[in-house]
């Protein structure tokens, strides 16, 4: 099975160093090595036209911080734009074209790290046989999948990890949680993905997976971590799906204080007959009087927009 060889470099890297890079490319090719790059200027861009102009795209993956090919730096874009016309496939990132600093930062960081562990394994086409594997008889091969899966972190592989969270063993359980863990950002792109995962990691809850005596302490606080994670990614997802809002409003139900008046500021924002309802029922029912406050300004807040 192919492997991937990343080329990525510095952004000053000049383009006297094209043929250098091209030379790698070819080198790599010729034994059958992918090619991964972070769509990046400099070495990224030069190992992509090299692929583009030997018309081997389809044996090129681009492992982007962004959520769409805008972007791409301005001059890398008319590259991209040939790559993936050609056939070159992207795993796309979390962010989008002027999102803050901090985020893009954070995103950029993410994207190495998939890019990273991608070619140390193996390329993105070892998902299925992995995602296979997840149904063998013996608990420590799937267990070896899962955590091979959790370093690729593609996306075909959310819907099997998912399943994996009711797997009979609980260390496969345990490790689907960290490695869905790392799936919870805009690379999740609608709510019904975020709502699978939170309804599975709850069903655990409820199966007493929560329990310290019932699984490791670390492994619990993640559990919950990614829980909250999903919250945060659906009020993002509210600009493009409002079904993230029965998400929301399932956080008014979470056993920590700051995350029932989180969601409750947030749904302050939606004029919506079920969120006035839900919010309504939480002021009259939180044992929280900072979540009651809260859900009282998100409550008038709601009303005034009505006036």
């Known amino acids: ?73 301005a001059s890398v874009q008319s590259t991209v734009g040939r790559f993936l016309a050609a056939g070159g496939q992207v795993v796309w990132g979390s962010v989008s074209a002027g999102a803050p600093r901090q985020q893009v930062v954070s995103a950029l960081l993410g994207r190495n790290q998939r890019l990273v562990s991608a070619c140390e394994i193996k390329d993105i086409r070892a998902v299925e046989p992995l995602i296979s594997t997840l149904e063998d008889e ?43 863990g790392g799936f919870v950002d805009a690379r999740v792109t609608d709510a019904q993905a975020l709502e699978s995962m939170l309804e599975s990691l709850k069903d655990l809850r409820g199966d007493g997976f929560f329990h310290m005596e019932d699984s490791e302490p670390d492994v619990v606080m993640h559990a919950r971590g990614v829980i909250h994670d999903i919250y945060h990614a659906a009020a993002e997802l509210l600009k493009k799906d409002p079904r993230a809002i029965d998400i929301l409003i399932d956080a008014l139900d979470d056993d920590e204080h700051f995350m029932r008046s989180w969601a409750a500021f947030k749904l302050g924002e939606i004029a919506d007959p079920k969120v006035l309802e839900a919010l309504k029922e939480l002021r009259g029912d939180d044992p929280d009087e900072s979540v009651v406050r809260t859900a009282d300004e998100a409550i008038r807040k709601i009303e005034g927009k009505q006036e």
């Open 1 to 73: 099975m192919s492997r991937l060889a990343g080329f990525v470099g510095s952004r000053s890297l000049p383009a006297s160093f094209t043929p250098f890079v091209s030379s790698l490319v070819s080198a790599f090719r010729a034994r059958g090595f992918l090619v991964a790059s972070g769509g990046a200027v400099g070495a990224d861009q030069y190992a992509l036209s090299v692929l583009v102009e030997q018309g081997e795209s389809a044996s090129g993956v681009i492992f982007s911080a962004w959520s769409s090919a805008s972007g791409f730096p």
């Open 138 to 180: 013996e608990w420590s091969v799937r267990l070896g999948a899962v955590k091979s899966l959790k370093k690729i972190q593609h996306a075909q592989a959310i819907k099997p990890l998912i399943a994996c969270l009711n797997d009979e063993n609980k260390h496969v359980r345990a490790w689907a949680v960290f490695a869905l």
